[in-house]
């Protein structure tokens, strides 16, 4: 399955540019709350999991381009 959208946005802990897919997570150990979060996913042999994952400002999400090339 090819990626259809990748974003890109700044990370909070460290104002760097990240891309990767956007996901929006509820937090299970602090105060419950959903929290917007940049992710690198890899799929192989059936299995998925994350490589990377950052919390993101919001503001600042930016669609970067799609399976056609178009943004």
């Known amino acids: 399955m090819e990626r259809q959208y990748k974003f890109r946005a700044k990370d909070i802990k460290t104002g ?9 997570v509820q937090t299970c150990f602090e105060t419950p709350r959903v929290k917007t979060m940049i992710v690198e996913h890899f799929i192989h042999g059936g299995m998925l999991w994350m490589g990377n994952r950052w919390f993101v400002d919001e503001d600042t ?4 381009r799609n399976e056609k090339g178009e943004v």
């Open 16 to 24: 760097n540019w990240v891309e990767g897919d956007l996901a929006y």
């Open 61 to 64: 999400i930016v669609l970067i």
